[in-house]
C-alpha cells in the first residue's frame, strides 16, 4: 500500500497564506537524504473559488493543529489515531504516514478546517451567529466585567460584529466598564513618561474615552479643538489643577454618559487661542509631563512613541540636512564629529524641525499650567547654545516635515495634508493623517482586546483589514474595538 506524508503549517499562518497556482492539484513526495523535506500539497475548493493552503501533520504539533479540523470523521480525535511516527533511519525526519486511501479525504478536511478558521479570523466582515461564550467572551473581553445572563440571553446568536457593537454603545446599561476602565487603562500610559497605567485619571484620558464614546474621527486626536470635562455637580475644570477628573474618578462617575463627561472647546475651557489648542497635546496632563523643562523635545517623542508607534531610534537616519539642528546638540561629542554624523544626526535631522512647533509652549510648574507665549519663543529653545554657536537659532513655530523623503516616508504621509506650517495643530494634523497613526491604534487596540500583540501572518492580516476600516469608517475607533474583539472572539 502506498503512503505519502504531509507535513504541517501553523494552524494559524496556513488561512491567511495562499497556495501559489503551481501547487495546485499537485502531490511532491519528501527526498529522504534532504531532512526537513516535506510534502506540499494543493487544492480547489468550491467555496467561493477560494485557493488555500492544505494543512498538514506532524507528530509534534498533532495537538495544536488537529484542533482546527472539523467535527467527524477527522476530528482531532479520529485525526490523531490515523497517525503513527516513522523515523528515517538516515536522516531522523519524523513524518506522519497516511495511506493513500485516506489522503484525498483528510486534505479535504483540512481544507474545510482552514476555511472554516479563515472566515472566523475575518468574522467582523461575516454574518455568522455567535454562540454564548463567543457573546461573552466578546463582552468580557471589551468591558472587562462578566456580562450578565439576561445581557448573554438577549446577544447570543446575533452576528458578532452587532454583539461587539453592542457590548461598548454606550447606551448599553453594561458598558459602562468599556468608559470607566478598557478605555482609561488603554489611554493611561500615553499621558506619563513612565508609561504607567497606575496614574490618576486627567483630562488628556478623558477627552481619549469622550472622543471614542462620541465617534469623534480619532484622527484628529493631535489637532481638534475640543476637551471633555466634568458634568455638573463635579468641581469646575481648571488650568491649574487635576481635581475635577479626581472627582470623577474617585466617585466611579459613569463616563458613558454624556451628562457626566462633557464635550467642550477646549478653547472655551483653558483661555487658549485658537491657534494655540491641539486635541490632546495641550491638554494640561500633557504639558504636565512634556512640556515642562527640557528642550520640548520630549513632547515630540513621546507624540511619535505613543500614537504612531516609533520611537526616536527606529527614525533614525543620517541623510537629512543638518541645517535646523539646534545649538544645543555638539557636532563633535566626545571630541569626534563621525558621532554626530553617525548619530544625532540620525534623530535630530528630522525632529529638531518639527518640535520647532512647540516653541511657544512651556508648563509652568510654579503656576501648575502650560504656558502659550505667541510670537515669543520660549527660552529652552536657546539652552546650551555654547554646544555649537553656529547651530540653528529657533525664531518662531514654523515647522518642516523633512521625513517626506528618505527611508521614514514609508510611515506614509498624507498627500492632502500639508508638510509644514505654525504650531502645534497643523503638525498634529500632519501625524494624525498618517498610515503610521492608522496602524498604530489598530496594534494597541489587538494588544489591549486580545491580550496580545498580533503574532502571524493571520493577525497581521486581521489588523491590515481593520487598519483599512479604520480609515474607511471615519477613524472610528470605537469601530476598531468592535472588530478586534470579534477577531480574538475564538471558537465556540
Known sequence: MRSHALTVVDGADYCANRVPSSHLNTMQRPKTNNFGSFVRAGVKTNVDSARVAVVSITRRSVAETVRTCPRGLYSPRRLASLHRANVHMKTKLETG????????????????????????????????????????????????????????????????????????????????????????????????????????????????????????????????????????????????????????????????????????????????????????????????????????????????????????????????????????????????????????????????PMAQAFAYYNFDDTQGMLVYTPGAVQTKYGINSDNFKQGYVTPDDHWNNRWREGPNKALGFSSSVQSSGNGAATLGTELGNSNAFAQCQVEKVFKAVCFRAPGNSADRAAVSSIVSSFKSNNYSLREVFAETAVYCMGDE
Open 97 to 352: 504516514i497516511i495511506s493513500s486511501r485516506h489522503r484525498n479525504t483528510l486534505v479535504a478536511a483540512l481544507v474545510v478546517g482552514a476555511l472554516s478558521i479563515s472566515l472566523q479570523s475575518s468574522a467582523f466582515a461575516s454574518s455568522a451567529a455567535v454562540s454564548r461564550d463567543q457573546a461573552k467572551r466578546i463582552h468580557d473581553r471589551l468591558t472587562g466585567t462578566p456580562a450578565t445572563d439576561a445581557w448573554l440571553t438577549a446577544n447570543a446568536g446575533k452576528d458578532a460584529l452587532t454583539v461587539a457593537k453592542t457590548a461598548i454603545n454606550p447606551t448599553d446599561t453594561e458598558s459602562s466598564g468599556f468608559y470607566n476602565a478598557t478605555l482609561k487603562n488603554f489611554a493611561m500610559p500615553w499621558t506619563n513618561r513612565d508609561q504607567t497605567v497606575f496614574a490618576p485619571l486627567n483630562d488628556y484620558v478623558a477627552t481619549v474615552i469622550g472622543m471614542v464614546r462620541d465617534d469623534v474621527p480619532f484622527n484628529t486626536l493631535l489637532s481638534a479643538d475640543l476637551i471633555y470635562t466634568a458634568g455638573g455637580g463635579t468641581p469646575a475644570y481648571s488650568n491649574k489643577d487635576n481635581n475635577s477628573y479626581q472627582y470623577l474618578e474617585d466617585n466611579n462617575i459613569d463616563m458613558r454618559s454624556a451628562t457626566n463627561l462633557m464635550s467642550q472647546k477646549q478653547t472655551a475651557v483653558t483661555g487658549l487661542p485658537a491657534a494655540a489648542v491641539a486635541g490632546i497635546i495641550t491638554t494640561r496632563a500633557a504639558a504636565q509631563a512634556f512640556f515642562i523643562a527640557g528642550t520640548n523635545r520630549a513632547m515630540f517623542r513621546f507624540t511619535m512613541l505613543n500614537h504612531l508607534c516609533h520611537d526616536m531610534e527606529q527614525m533614525q537616519e543620517t541623510s537629512r540636512a543638518p541645517d535646523r539642528i539646534r545649538q544645543d546638540v555638539s557636532r563633535s561629542p566626545g571630541g569626534d564629529s563621525r558621532g554626530f554624523l553617525n548619530g544625532c544626526i540620525g534623530c535630530h535631522g528630522g525632529m529638531d
